[in-house]
């Protein structure tokens, strides 16, 4: 494999790891968002309402469909409803090292199935 072969592996492998991290975090924040319209026993109206979306949206989050929601609408719609927010950015070396949160425990649960 000659430099320019690599470089281009390098940058496809890349660009797989910064789409799965997406996916990662909007599915991380999906199940915050879930996790709060149950705790609080909202209807989707309800829960539509508070975050200022429509109905449809609400059921396409409770139906999974992360490809429709960006992580700034989920971050939006959390906050909306009354929650905090926080990005923490570890460098590398800390992240392979810290304890896993609640919510990615069932997103490794989720995508081991």
């Given at each position: 494999m000659n430099l320019s072969e690599t470089k281009v592996f390098s940058n496809a492998t890349d660009a797989d790891y910064e789409k799965a991290l997406n996916l990662k975090i909007r599915t991380l924040?999906?199940?915050?968002?879930?996790?709060?319209?149950?705790?609080?026993?909202?209807?989707?109206v309800e829960a539509?309402?508070?975050?200022?979306?429509?109905?449809?949206?609400?059921?396409?989050?409770?139906?999974?469909?992360?490809e429709k929601f960006s992580?700034?609408?989920?971050?939006?719609?959390?906050?909306?409803?009354g929650q905090h927010v926080e990005v923490n950015v570890l460098k590398q070396e800390a992240a392979a090292t810290a304890a896993p949160t609640q919510a990615e425990k069932v997103f490794s649960g989720v995508a081991a199935h």
């Open positions: 924040l999906m199940t915050e968002i879930e996790d709060l319209i149950q705790r609080n026993n909202w209807t989707q539509a309402k508070r975050m200022g979306v429509n109905q449809p949206r609400i059921s396409n989050l409770t139906c999974g469909k992360s992580i700034d609408m989920l971050i939006q719609m959390l906050v909306r409803a």
